[in-house]
């Protein structure tokens, strides 16, 4: 589930999503026909989760679980009281992927503006703690696929600053990001995740598990009442 209407980045993260998971899984990539072509801010954060959170309204019943594919985004949770089945965000499966293989963890993200939405969505899913630090590139997402070497050199760059602020593995801070750790990883003395990735592995875990959301408080079914998505 893209956060953003650009339909190049949800094939961008269907993509890399169809690499993480077995032959025997499908990965159906949908976009939401309203909102920001891209989520910068709290302001595009919260159109998105609005739209994204309607599009999931109507969304296939042979749909098996979920990756939501925004870093730092809003709607995860409530996606989770919507939805009967598993539902996984790539900030919270990029840190919970990071935790075993190095005691402190770091993030690159796209702008600056998009380090505070991190820090709360990583507080919020209980794993802030072993962040040392989140580190932006200076490219806005839509800027990500123009020039694939500024790209890598900038999260090169942000990558650094992070390893030097103590984070022991490097988590990609963008869906748009996705791939982008295969041009990188060499450069890096340490691990770098792709949260889209790392989502898709979980989902399909979850689901092989026969694990789903627990529905008995927190993530409770919506109350029934009317809501109005437009005038």
């Known amino acids: 589930m893209n956060c953003n209407t650009t339909k190049t980045m949800t094939e961008t993260a269907a993509s890399r999503a169809r690499v993480a998971v077995g032959p025997d899984v499908e990965i159906v990539g949908i976009t939401p026909a309203w909102g920001v072509a891209s989520a910068e801010g709290w302001y595009d954060s919260f159109i998105s989760a609005a739209a994204v959170l309607q599009t999931l309204e109507t969304l296939p019943t042979d749909i098996d679980g979920v990756v939501m594919a925004g870093f730092g985004e809003h709607g995860r949770e409530g996606a989770r009281e919507l939805l009967s089945i598993p539902v996984v965000d790539i900030t919270e499966a990029a840190a919970h992927l990071a935790m075993p293989l190095g005691r402190r963890y770091g993030v690159v993200t796209t702008v600056r503006r998009a380090v505070g939405q991190i820090e ?22 839509l800027e990500l696929d123009k020039d ?79 809501r109005s998505w437009s005038a």
């Open 148 to 226: 694939a070497f500024a790209t890598a050199e900038a999260f090169v760059a942000a990558g650094q600053r992070a390893i030097a602020r103590g984070a022991e593995v490097i988590c990609l801070g963008c869906a748009g990001m996705a791939g982008l750790e295969e041009h990188v990883r060499d450069r890096l003395p340490v691990p770098v995740i792709d949260g889209v990735a790392a989502a898709a592995a979980l989902v399909e875990t979850l689901i092989r598990q026969g694990l789903s959301t627990s529905k008995i408080d927190s993530f409770a079914t919506p109350l029934a009442k009317l």
């Open 120 to 141: 709360d969505s990583l507080t919020t899913a209980g794993l802030i703690d072993r962040c040392a630090a989140i580190e932006d590139t200076g490219l806005g997402v």
